[in-house]
C-alpha cells in the first residue's frame, strides 16, 4: 500500500514518543519532550508532526530547515549574535534556517506543529 498524499495533523491514533535534549545541551531545569511524527518520507529527510515540550533551556544549533507554527504555550529562541530574542506564542509561525544556533526556552510548556527537511 503506498503512503498517502495528504496527511491531517490528527494525533488521536499515534502514541507520542517520549524524549529530552541531550544532557550535554540542557542549560537550565529539566525539559521532556513529547514528540508525534506524522510523516516521514523514504529517505527519511522529510519530517513533519507535533512537538511538546516542558519548561526547561537548552542549546540548539540546526542543520536543517524547520517550518514551525506555534499552538500553544510560550517558548524564547536566544540567537547567538542577535541583538533580541525571539518570543513565541500561540499562533507565531516561522521558518528556521540551516546554521541557527542559540537557546531554545521554554517558558510554558509548549506545543509546535513541525516541517523538517534534513539535508
Not at 518570543?87 to 510548556?109: A, H, K, M, N, S
Amino acid at each position: 500500500m503506498s503512503k498517502p498524499r495528504f496527511v491531517p495533523f490528527d494525533l488521536s491514533a499515534i502514541e507520542p514518543e517520549d524524549g529530552a535534549p541531550a544532557p550535554d545541551r540542557i542549560v537550565k531545569g529539566a525539559p521532556r519532550h513529547r514528540t508525534w511524527s506524522l510523516v516521514e518520507d523514504d529517505a527519511g529527510r522529510m519530517l513533519a508532526g507535533v512537538w511538546e515540550s516542558t519548561p526547561g533551556v537548552w542549546r540548539i544549533s540546526y542543520d536543517e530547515w524547520e517550518f514551525c507554527s506555534i499552538v500553544s504555550g510560550i517558548s524564547i529562541l536566544h540567537e547567538d549574535g542577535a541583538e533580541a530574542p525571539h518570543v513565541l506564542r500561540e499562533g507565531d509561525t516561522f521558518v528556521i534556517r540551516p546554521g541557527f544556533t542559540g537557546l531554545w526556552e521554554v517558558v510554558e510548556t509548549t506545543r509546535k506543529h513541525y516541517v523538517i527537511r534534513l539535508p
